[in-house]
């Protein structure tokens, strides 16, 4: 993508509105603007990190065994009766009235539609488990939205949810999850804790949230040291073997928010291995059991010949959220800095005469190798100044930073910045190309 063409209005200056690092770095960075309070548009460059994000959410869904749909955002207030939860649910919720004066809602999770859903289509043991997801638009009518897209009205979320015939079976999927979303933000560059937490309106008696560890962290976190470094489960994970050993460790190592945060209990980890820090929470899991199957009359044929209640759970990663605990996670004061795996671009490429034959020339070659070997390239083609073209680079933080320019074509070396380190070397343009092309395709590796 050539820059003269792209659609990226960076601001020299930061908002006054935003206070953290991330919201700031997405205003400057020309990744979105506010629309009206807590609800963005999504520029291109936020756009393409967003999309980013989901797909590798998706990836580890597949992979996890979950299948994909798509459920509406408007849902009857008569389904959330039937559950208990419109009157419960609270202010957050949007309620709207159609021109039939039907009473609707702007979905703020799915449990209720979801199940409607599976009991409609399911009716035997025989067709379980079962997880299905979807990745959607929702609105919670927070009090203060603040922070950007950290605690917007509007957001991007992922959410799954699993069906089961028996409560150990439930757990498996429980666990199969925990492991999936481990997996999904070590793939986006980011150690993703899991703490103790509490239900909340969702219900049930199972739950954790994914914290990234983060100085500007909402949330104040505590837990074992241990938990950081732990191992991440492989994808050929036997759920159906003893799974002690790869979770119960985790689940049984203290962790938890200010909200659920026993000081006593913190207190006997020994002194060295308690960590207390801030936090990003960035998923959360369920296991609720009967809360939904039963005041909806949700059941299956055993295999007794007798009717059960299946047991749920539901399972949600903030996805547009995930862009702004990403940038806290990684950034420096010159702005951002992506990891490969959710770059808009992996590579920026800085013509520095343009408009000069050779430099064009050698510009366009990058160019088509990069684009040609499956590398995504912002190409600053753009007639403006050395100093500009390398602040929008650093700002906007691509991986890797190729600048071209006629006094190297002289020597004949282009200069190569890693944007991470920082370290720059010049290399024959064969060599960058190389170099550039080996780094990126085996950091999108799949793990």
């Known amino acids: 993508m ?43 460059l936020g756009h393409r990190v967003l999309q980013k994000i989901a797909q590798i959410v998706r990836e580890e869904q597949n992979r996890a065994g979950a299948v994909e749909m798509l459920m509406p955002t408007i849902q009857s207030a008569d389904l959330w009766r039937e559950s208990g939860r419109y009157d419960a649910y609270g202010a957050e919720m949007l309620r ?32 379980l488990p079962k997880m299905l997801y979807h990745i959607q638009w929702k609105f919670r009518d927070e009090i203060r939205p603040r922070f950007g897209v950290m605690r917007g009205r509007e957001f991007l979320m992922k959410d799954t949810y699993s069906f089961d015939l028996t409560p150990e079976d439930a757990r498996k999927s429980y666990y199969r999850m925990f492991a999936a979303y481990l997996r999904t933000f070590a793939r986006m560059g980011l150690r993703a804790v899991p703490m103790r937490a509490d239900t909340g309106p969702i219900g049930g008696d199972l739950s954790h949230e994914f914290i990234v560890l983060a100085e500007t962290g909402e949330s104040e976190v505590f837990c074992h040291r241990k938990l950081v470094d732990m191992d991440i489960p492989p994808a050929d994970t036997d759920f159906d073997g003893d799974l002690t050993d790869i979770f119960e460790g985790r689940t049984s190592l203290y962790a938890a928010t200010d909200e659920m945060h026993d000081a006593a209990e913190f207190a006997q980890i020994p002194a060295e291995e308690q960590l207390s820090a801030r936090g990003i929470e960035v998923g959360h899991i369920f296991y609720f059991g009967n809360k939904y199957s039963e005041p909806m009359n949700c059941k299956v044929m055993g295999p007794d010949g007798r009717e059960s209640l299946v047991e749920m759970g539901s399972y949600g990663v903030g996805v547009s959220r995930l862009v702004g605990a990403i940038i806290e996670a990684h950034h420096d004061e010159s702005g951002c800095n992506w990891p490969v795996s959710v770059a808009p671009f992996h590579v920026g490429l800085v013509n520095l005469k343009a408009g000069d034959a050779e430099t064009d020339r050698v510009c366009a070659d990058i160019y088509s190798k990069l684009e040609q070997a499956g590398i ?62 080996t780094a990126i395709l085996d950091a999108l590796k799949v793990a």
Do not use: C
């Not at 063409?5 to 997405?26: D, G, N, R, Y």
């Not at 609707?104 to 289509?121: D, K, Q």
């Not at 930073?401 to 064969?430: M, S």
């Open 96 to 127: 709207i009235s159609d021109r039939q004066e039907r009473e609707m809602l702007y979905g703020p999770t799915n449990e209720e539609l979801i199940t409607e859903i599976f009991r409609a289509g399911v009716r035997s043991y025989k067709d």
């Open 376 to 437: 995504e390239v912002l190409y600053d083609d753009r007639d403006a100044r050395a100093g500009e073209k390398f602040a929008t680079m650093d700002l906007i933080g691509l991986p890797y930073q190729l600048v071209v320019g006629p006094r190297g074509l002289k020597n004949g070396v282009i200069e190569v910045k890693n944007r991470n380190t920082g370290e720059k070397q010049e290399l024959a343009l064969d060599k960058a190309v190389e170099l550039v092309s």
């Open 2 to 44: 050539r820059l003269s063409k792209f659609f990226l209005p960076v601001l020299k200056e930061t908002p006054a509105e935003a206070s953290i690092v991330s919201h700031q770095l997405m205003l400057r960075a020309g990744m979105m603007r506010q629309g009206a309070a807590g609800i963005y548009s999504w520029l291109p």
